[in-house]
């Protein structure tokens, strides 16, 4: 029994230390879940958390990593402040003292915003509410800026951008490059390059990160205020030099501290508006807008990868450009492969409400805008609590405004704006209007200007002409400047007059000058008088006539953003000095400057020598005064036709065949001046065009050759255009498009084999069904000295089948 018991009694003891341990055990792993487990999982979190912030912050992090880090962090609001943009403080301060709240609607260059002072800005940002700034105008602005950005809770850097259309003009004594129009006449993609690569450098410098350039609108109406804004009314040549003034902001991924976000405008249409005027609705096939109007953009993107595209004023085919995701998403973005980000013209999606009337409600615009693609918002408040609350009513989908978060966040991060959202004042001092950049300012305005007509008179012989008498609206003025330039220094601006007085000084000559009024329009009887009084004891007389396009000049100007003309002629009484001037029978030789087509027959007829100087920049005068005396051989070509009057508006030279069937009564209907035209102080000689297959199937290449000769006295610069015509063709082409072309210099009578490699994507186009491909048929090669059928050479080519292609 004993035995038993203490058996029994044992097992039950053991069983009982059992069920304690038991019990106990469970106690204490619920003690460790509680209170280890958490303590353990705090360190976890906090681990995580600072190797997030390692990312976020860190340079040598991938920028995706550090992207994506970073918006594990931001709320949906923080998201959508970053898609927000607002003008600079100082310029909200300037605004508001010389505008009413009625003129904001109307003004595109000058904002404030009514109830909030620049105090309430200036606390948004250090909030983090604000993702983008334009118009910031000084290095210790954009420097103070940052500053209170660098106060918020994620310290997310400013986007600072700003209009450095040709040059960073806006920001004072910078160097001012020839607008782009003369650009586009330089025909030479590596100017445009370069001083594209020195605007980078002066924006960076000045405390800027993002050019709102290239424009790239197709020019086909003169009277288009922005016509030299853009690289003219060619497809080619557009995309050409849109491409090499992105590649010279961003040079690659635009990473780094000398390198900017370009951004191309205005998508699209522009420069062929249905009165001429900035904004008025397009109304024109698909068809003209993928072969004429899109093709820059294409190019843009699949050639520079430019990271910003503007969308524009207007309307096209009944939809705001806004709200059109159409153009914005199907074709540029999914089709062209689009991967930067989309930001709005000047309050252009407020328009779609209170302009275009295509909303019902501010907010409505807001909401199409951002679902139809955009990205950010040019500029001022509403925008982002509409967005905001959009977002969470489900009328906006998260991953929308993940997708614009995450590009613009690219780009800083890109720009080295983390790392350093702040510029060194030294800096300034040595970057900004350089002697590098000024020699290629210079450079630049030499090959811009375009010898329109030349009697032989030019260049000038000094021992000829002792006594020069210069005169005109533009003689001695910033118009040289062009549009997008405020007021410089006058020690970094070369007048016309001071570039004469300069040459003067080395060529033996006297120079006298009347001023006879800088106000365009405003020449007076009696300043006229005057001028053709003193002109007549002079042995030559340079009447310098166009346009003011300066912005700073907002109530004179007479031509650039927002100031477009039923007519293109001469204003006021300009026409009128040249012609009182040209009956004292002294000498006359008239230049040009001007932002658009100016269309003065009379002139062509009377005058013996014609310069079109455009907008030159900073070293324009010295660069006339250079090509007048021959120190420069003239190089230009016109990117663009000029109408004889504004009733042949629009003409362009890749017309279509019926364009003239129809001749004008009383008016000659071929242009004042020819695409692709300029004259040189040498003469060339075009010859021996060859092709070197007569035949070709659709997947073939073709080589053709043409030899140019210099047959004048001293070396100069010639342009090899090459245009192709579609014989017959299933839909109608134009008589002729621009398909390459090559600039080269030759010396006196020496020679060159110029040769040009196609494919038949050069001879490509939409078929009935919209779809890209070459048909089978013959081809007209045309190749010359410009688009006039007197100055081209032709040779025939047969493409054997018909084939789709792709683009």
Known sequence: MFCLFTVKTWINLCHYIYIYMLINFAKIALLAFVFILPLNSCKIESKEVNSKIKVYKDANAMVKDRVNDLMSRMTTEQKVYQMDQYVGLEHMSHAEKRMSKKDLANDDANAFYPGLKSSDVAKLIEEGKIGSFLHVLTLKEANYLQSLAMKSTLQIPLLIGIDAIHGNGLNYGATIYPTPIGIASTWDECIAEQMSIETAKEMRATGSHWAFTPNIDIARDARWGRVGETFGEDPLLVSNMGVAMINGLQQGDFTGSEKVLACAKHLIGGGESVNGTNAAPLDISMRTIREMHLPSYRKAISEANVYSIMTAHNEVNGIPCHKDKYMMTDIVRDEFGFKGFYVSDWMDIERIYDLHHASESLDDAFIESVNAGMDMHMHGPKFADAIIEAVKKGLIDESRIDDACSKILSAKFRLGLFENPYVDVKLKESVVFNQAHQATALDAARNSIVLLKNNGILPLKPNKYKKIFITGPNADNETILGDWALQQPDDRIITIKEGFEKMSKHKGFTLDYFDSGKIIGKTTDKAIETATDRAANADLAIVVVGENSLRFESKTKTCGENTDRSEINLLGKQLKLIQEIHKTGVPVVVVLVNGRPISEPWIDEKIPAVLEAWEPGSFGGQAIAEIIFGDVNPSGKLPITFPRTSGQISLYYNHKPSHFFHKYKFTDYTPLYSFGYGLSYTSFEFSDLTINKKSIS??????????????????????????????????????????????????????QTIKFELTTQDLAFYNTEMQWGVEKGDFTIMVGSSSRDEDLQTINLHVNATKLLKH
């Open 698 to 751: 659709p997947d073939e290449t073709f080589t053709v050759s043409i030899s140019i000769k210099n047959t004048g006295k001293i070396a100069g610069q010639e342009v090899a255009q090459l245009y192709i015509r579609d014989n017959y063709s299933s839909v109608t082409r134009p008589v002729k498009e621009l398909k390459a072309y090559e600039k080269t210099i030759l010396n006196k009578n020496e020679s």
